[in-house]
T-cell receptor, first 114, second 114 residues
Framework: GAVVSQHPSRVICKSGTSVKIECRSLDFQATTMFWYRQFPKQSLMLMATSNEGSKATYEQGVEKDKFLINHASLTLSTLTVTSAHPEDSSFYIC??????????FGNGTRLTVT | GENVEQHPSTLSVQEGDSAVIKCTYSDSASNYFPWYKQELGKRPQLIIDIRSNVGEKKDQRIAVTLNKTAKHFSLHITETQPEDSAVYFCAASISAGGGNKLTFGTGTQLKVEL
């Protein structure tokens, strides 16, 4: 079945630094990728939608200058958390869509900002 | 935009009993309703989905029903087992593909007790 790879699975960084998270579709071309954030015991909250070759569409309340999204190819999207702060600590999950296939999720990235 | 409500937030059942989780949605244009199972710290896994042209779908011990008029859909798990314990999320979107985003419910923590 379709596989979405997300890397890294876990990252700890210091406050003020930037962190890049990669999301790759391994066996299909993902025309659209989504980035979610999930706080403990809460639902997945959509942060942004990225389409290959165009600017990402951010959900209300998500700072586009803080959460930089790049979708340069049909198999790769990246999320960069810039100037991370402890409140950015969360579980970040990407998902990918290709054609009419159901949504496939990455394994998620546990970000801890100290 | 779409709003998805999910109940209950927690559900505890005895092994072998049935579990029912209910969701309502607000956008009558939504026509794709997947259900995800998420174990702690892992990616959501699609367990079943239903499209609006179908009222019910079953896959072994799992079934989903959809009432488009009332704008609600439910997940039914029969003969529950301890390994069914997880968080379950319902979701709704306008279509399965084409770049349309999913709106998730708030999740139900299911605990199957021995």
């Amino acid at each position: 079945g379709a596989v979405v790879s997300q890397h890294p699975s876990r990252v700890i960084c210091k406050s003020g630094t930037s962190v890049k998270i990669e999301c790759r579709s391994l066996d299909f071309q993902a025309t659209t990728m989504f980035w979610y954030r999930q706080f403990p015991k809460q639902s997945l909250m959509l942060m942004a939608t990225s389409n290959e070759g165009s600017k990402a569409t951010y959900e209300q309340g998500v700072e586009k200058d803080k959460f930089l999204i790049n979708h340069a190819s049909l198999t790769l999207s990246t999320l960069t958390v810039t100037s991370a702060h402890p409140e950015d600590s969360s579980f970040y999950i990407c998902s990918a869509l290709g054609g009419n296939s159901p949504l496939h999720f990455g394994n998620g990235t546990r970000l801890t900002v100290t | 935009g779409e709003n998805v409500e999910q109940h209950p937030s927690t559900l505890s059942v005895q092994e072998g009993d049935s579990a029912v989780i209910k969701c309502t949605y607000s956008d009558s244009a939504s026509n794709y309703f997947p259900w995800y199972k998420q174990e702690l710290g892992k990616r959501p896994q699609l367990i079943i989905d239903i499209r609006s042209n179908v009222g019910e779908k079953k896959d072994q011990r799992i079934a989903v029903t959809l009432n488009k008029t009332a704008k609600h859909f439910s997940l039914h798990i029969t003969e529950t087992q301890p390994e069914d314990s997880a968080v379950y999320f319902c979701a709704a979107s306008i279509s399965a593909g084409g770049g349309n985003k999913l709106t998730f419910g708030t999740g139900t923590q299911l605990k199957v007790e021995l």
